[in-house]
Nanobody, 111 residues
Framework: QLQAYGGGLVQAGGSLRLSCAASGVNFRIMTMAWYRQAPGKQRDLVAM???????VYADSVRGRFTISRDNALNMVYLQMNSLEPEDTAVYYCKLESLNIWGKGTQVTVSS
């Protein structure tokens, strides 16, 4: 099971940190990811982190967002800086290794 939280309303240029708690799995060996879906658009990968902490980012967020994990707490994070209105979306945590989705959390960036 996955539970994501930390979304909200922020002004352009601001920051938010999303958190996702995983349970019921051997978290430390799992690849985790964050996706987002804006209204009327498909759900796209934002960032991914492997069990060895190799990271992958979408071009649109590279340099602004940072994905990280804490295996002791079974948590994955998405630090989002320099937010833009185009980042407005529902953000989803995904246990990539097992194709398990968490419920989304809304991020709204006002201009």
């Amino acid at each position: 099971q996955l539970q994501a939280y930390g979304g909200g309303l922020v002004q352009a240029g601001g920051s938010l940190r999303l958190s996702c708690a995983a349970s019921g799995v051997n978290f430390r060996i799992m690849t985790m990811a964050w996706y987002r879906q804006a209204p009327g658009k498909q759900r796209d990968l934002v960032a991914m982190i492997t069990s060895r902490t190799t990271t992958v980012y979408a071009d649109s967020v590279r340099g602004r967002f940072t994905i990280s994990r804490d295996n002791a707490l079974n948590m994955v994070y998405l630090q989002m800086n320099s937010l833009e209105p185009e980042d407005t979306a529902v953000y989803y945590c995904k246990l990539e290794s097992l194709n398990i989705w968490g419920k989304g959390t809304q991020v709204t960036v006002s201009s």
